[in-house]
T-cell receptor, first 113, second 120 residues
Framework: KNEVEQSPQNLTAQEGEFITINCSYS?????LHWLQQHPGGGIVSLFM???GKKKHGRLIATINIQEKHSSLHITASHPRDSAVYIC???????????????FGKGTKLSVKP | GAVVSQHPSRVICKSGTSVKIECRSL??????MFWYRQFPKQSLMLMAT?????????EQGVEKDKFLINHASLTLSTLTVTSAHPEDSSFYIC????????????????FGPGTRLTVL
């Protein structure tokens, strides 16, 4: 079954804390995505990765293909980081849908000042 | 980075009317656009894959006669919700893939800001 599990579902942190959001998936993938969805609904793509680690500013994404697991880290968190973070993947056998994404339910992050 | 716009951002309509949502890639050409739907506190779910110049591919359970998709150019796809009913109220998001990104199994998608549809 093609599933994406995220944890935690909800996360409240104090400003400055180091944050980790986890994502596990069950099938072979060609790419894993981390997305950010703001309260208004708009989605921003943060990372797309298929191996190793990527860093952009205070955000770091890692993936372990063998363990089918990825993490998103936020260093020195700030209230403006408050959003829903969504893990999604492009399965290897996408059945002709040309690379559509399978989404997790998201992790709602609230960073308090 | 690549920009995708959606219009309108929010629409409220009466039951039985049809609503058209536009998705545009502003600074790149998109051979493929995806339409997603998100109900409150749920994951985004793929509704259909839209390919320029051809018929859309719908996911299981999505009525193609109710959700009409047209992808007439490399920068525009439209989703028309026909005879909308309250249960169609949802957040609709499109995403687009740059035609230069091949093979499609390894792709980056650019998302529109979404359209919130409320059917009274």
């Amino acid at each position: 079954k093609n599933e994406v599990e995220q944890s935690p579902q909800n996360l409240t942190a104090q400003e400055g804390e180091f944050i980790t959001i986890n994502c596990s998936y069950s099938v072979g993938i060609s790419a894993l995505h981390w997305l950010q969805q703001h309260p208004g609904g708009g989605i921003v793509s943060l990372f797309m990765l298929s191996s190793g680690k990527k860093k952009h500013g205070r955000l770091i994404a890692t993936i372990n293909i063998q363990e089918k697991h990825s993490s998103l880290h936020i260093t020195a968190s700030h209230p403006r980081d408050s959003a829903v973070y969504i893990c999604a993947h492009t399965p290897l056998n996408y059945g002709g849908s040309q690379g559509n994404l399978i989404f997790g339910k998201g992790t709602k992050l609230s960073v308090k000042p | 980075g690549a920009v995708v716009s959606q219009h309108p951002s929010r629409v409220i309509c009466k039951s039985g009317t049809s609503v058209k949502i536009e998705c545009r890639s502003l600074d790149f050409q998109a051979t493929t656009m995806f339409w997603y739907r998100q109900f409150p506190k749920q994951s985004l779910m793929l509704m259909a894959t839209s390919n320029e110049g051809s018929k859309a591919t719908y996911e299981q359970g999505v009525e193609k006669d109710k959700f009409l998709i047209n992808h007439a150019s490399l920068t525009l796809s439209t989703l028309t919700v026909t005879s909308a009913h309250p249960e169609d109220s949802s957040f609709y998001i499109c995403s687009a893939r740059d035609y230069r990104d091949w093979p499609p199994s390894y792709n980056e998608q650019f998302f529109g800001p979404g359209t919130r549809l409320t059917v009274l």
